[in-house]
């Protein structure tokens, strides 16, 4: 079955740097990647989802790249700020049907400091 | 004007008991889920139904059952609660898989559960 890391459990950065956060996968190569922000005691909250065959994906100052032959997707945010200290979960987006199955990562959570 | 809405938000019973938990989106979408995220995190998807069909149906144990009235609700009722049923339960909905931002999840608050 799939299997998916993001790195560590915990990333600290200072503010105005550019966090980076990692998802590897195993297996198969999704259609689609999603990453979702999860703050304490909510659901998580969409962000950017990139396709298989794209290699680069910007919102703001998120981006987002996906390599499948290395089984990786990169997420990084430039210029942190302490809002955007957050648990960040990436998940891998297969069609099942009508429904678009998601399989999640463990989570890096973000703490930016000033 | 809430778009996925989950009540109640905290659940606390015994062991043995039977509970539900309810979801409705405001969405206008055809597919809705619910998933689980355990005491590490670390979240799973359980259900997925479509226009009141099972469309996803994970290795959950047969005490939990989905039920879909309509496309824009989707309960779960769990029976005979054990201890490791304890986490927190989201629903989320989507449009139907489409591709592209299409596929993006709307989730709910979550129902804290929380089997004594």
């Known amino acids: 079955s799939q299997k998916i890391e993001q790195n560590s459990e915990a990333l600290n950065i200072q503010e105005g740097k550019t966090a980076t956060l990692t998802c590897n996968y195993t297996?198969?190569?999704?259609?689609?990647l999603q990453w979702y922000r999860q703050d304490p005691g909510r659901g998580p909250v969409f962000l950017l989802l990139i396709r298989e065959n794209e290699k680069e994906k910007r919102k703001e100052r998120l981006k987002v790249t996906f390599d499948t032959t290395l089984k990786q997707s990169l997420f990084h945010i430039t210029a942190s700020q302490p809002a955007d200290s957050a648990t960040y979960l990436c998940a891998l987006d297969m069609r099942a049907g009508t429904a678009s199955k998601l399989t999640f990562g463990t989570g890096t959570r973000l703490q930016v400091t000033l | 004007d809430t778009a996925v809405s989950q009540t109640p938000k905290y659940l606390v019973t015994q062991m043995g008991n039977d509970k539900s938990i309810k979801c409705e989106q405001n969405?206008?979408?055809?597919?809705m889920y619910w998933y689980k995220q355990d005491s590490k995190k670390f979240l799973k998807i359980m259900f997925s139904y479509n226009n009141k069909e099972l469309i996803i149906n994970e290795t959950v144990p047969n005490r939990f059952s989905p039920k879909s009235p309509d496309k824009a609700h989707l309960n779960l009722h769990i029976n005979s609660l054990e201890l490791g049923d304890s986490a927190v339960y989201f629903c989320?909905?989507?449009?139907?898989w489409g591709g592209g931002s299409l596929n993006e999840q709307f989730f709910g608050p979550g129902t804290r559960l929380t089997v004594l």
């Open positions: 969405l206008g979408h055809d597919t």
């Open positions: 297996n198969y190569s999704p259609a689609y």
């Open positions: 989320a909905s989507s449009n139907n």
